[in-house]
């Protein structure tokens, strides 16, 4: 059994490889990738040399183009099987706390706010983590304009941002969750069984999620196997 359609994002810091995974994945698994526009920031390449004063143009026009390309996501969730994305729209957040001072982050958040209640979330989110050294080298050798102002601490400062969100996620909003849970069903057993179900029911999706995943890498590496034999038994028959 396996999943008709699926969504999963790769996220991580800058230059730990997530559009390289994307593709990759994609090819694999025939699925339509959803790239991050960094190119289309007007402000980009004059925050990293100011970013005091272009910070907040910076973050905006990102959080509202990022809204404009989810906006078309959910139109190509109804023609396209399967969506590999490079970014989550999450992380915005993270670079706009990172970035922004006070007043700017209130304000950011405010609109951030009310974009998000329209977001429809991926099934999957990978995060790739690496050493501030190995990011840096991969920042160089790809040699974007805009990014050679980057600085080793800017990169510590990025994954210690992401893997704060990530314990976050493990540390803090599980056990909310569960004392919200206990709250709704309180000592009713009825309750307790229908919450039981619906998490059995949601792990096996995501068993199936990832089973899913791997058959059709496993399909697709099987039959790009099959296509180069054949192409080598047609080369020895033309010989």
Known sequence: ???SSYHICIEGT???GKTSLVNLLAKEMDAKT???KFEDNPFLKNFYSDRTRYAMQTQLFFLLSRYKQQQELQQMDMFTKSIISDYMFDKDRLFAALNLDDMELDLYNRIANELQKNIVYPDLTIFL???TDRLMYNIKIRGREFEKNITDKDISKLIYYFERHIELDEDEHGPMALEMVSMLA???PKKWNEIESISIQALE???LLWDAINEQIQDKSWSDERAKKNETYSLSFDK
């Open 1 to 3: 059994m396996s999943l």
């Open 14 to 16: 800058i230059g730990v």
């Open 34 to 36: 959803v790239l991050e």
């Open 129 to 131: 983590q690496s050493e």
């Open 186 to 188: 309180e000592n009713d």
């Open 205 to 207: 999706k995501r068993i």
